[in-house]
């Protein structure tokens, strides 16, 4: 079964520091997802990715953050200087439709140090 | 009114009882209902989803049943095993402008005890 693929499991930085974390969704999907998960919280959402533009974010996805479709394979989430409250598990997703079931990564735990 | 509440926080079962796990919602332009399980160190997965022109659905011992009126949807695991401990997320997105934003209640830490 097409799973979404997401790299690094776990990076660990030092606060101020740019961060890139890296997803492959699933081939013939179209929507593309951010969200994130503050330890023994709940998932809540960054962002939405539709051809090739941001089409929904969150109040959390501030001017620190980006995402990036760099080509037909990848979907990036760049934090551009972290922040301690910026650890959590980060999961992307994706759907073939808005509509239909968005299939999750197994996640990156980033670290702030 | 973009939240969803869910309840229990957490659950303990016996193998062979029901788990019944409550969502309720404020925003009536929510229009699907999707439950997750997630397991330690992996993502949420898809467990089972409903929309509003249905009362239930069942899949397996999953069954999800809601209440459109009362603006609430459960879900409820027949016959629990232990391989079914883990965290359940229910969620809800709204059709419209929405691209598919799934917002997540709190989430129910599911124990079934052999």
């Known amino acids: 079964e097409p799973e979404v693929t997401q790299t690094p499991s776990h990076q660990v930085t030092q606060m101020g520091q740019e961060v890139i974390l890296r997803c492959v969704p699933i081939s013939n999907h179209l929507y593309f997802y951010w969200y994130r998960q503050i330890l023994g919280q709940k998932v809540e959402f960054l962002v939405s990715?539709?051809?090739?533009?941001?089409?929904?974010k969150s109040e959390i996805f501030d001017d620190q953050f980006s995402v990036e479709r760099p080509d037909g394979s990848n979907f990036t989430l760049k934090i551009r200087s972290t922040k301690l409250e910026d650890s959590a598990m980060y999961f992307c997703?994706?759907?073939?439709?808005?509509?239909?079931?968005?299939?999750f990564g197994d996640g990156t735990r980033l670290s702030i140090l | 009114q973009q939240q969803v509440k869910q309840s229990p926080q957490s659950l303990i079962v016996q193998k062979g009882g029901i788990s019944i796990i409550n969502c309720a919602y404020e925003n009536t332009a929510f229009d699907y209902f999707p439950w997750y399980q997630q397991f330690p160190g992996k993502g949420p997965a898809l467990l089972i989803a409903i929309r509003p022109d249905v009362s239930e659905k069942k899949e397996g011992r999953f069954t999800i049943s809601f209440n459109k009126s009362a603006k609430q949807f459960s879900l409820h695991i027949m016959d629990s095993q232990p391989g079914d401990s883990a965290t359940y997320f229910c969620?809800?997105?709204?059709?419209?402008?929405?691209?598919?934003?799934?917002?997540f209640g709190q989430g129910t830490i599911l124990t079934v005890h052999p």
């Open positions: 990715f539709y051809n090739n533009e941001i089409s929904e």
């Open positions: 997703a994706s759907s073939s439709k808005r509509d239909q079931p968005q299939h």
């Open positions: 969620a809800a997105s709204a059709g419209g402008t929405s691209y598919g934003k799934l917002t």
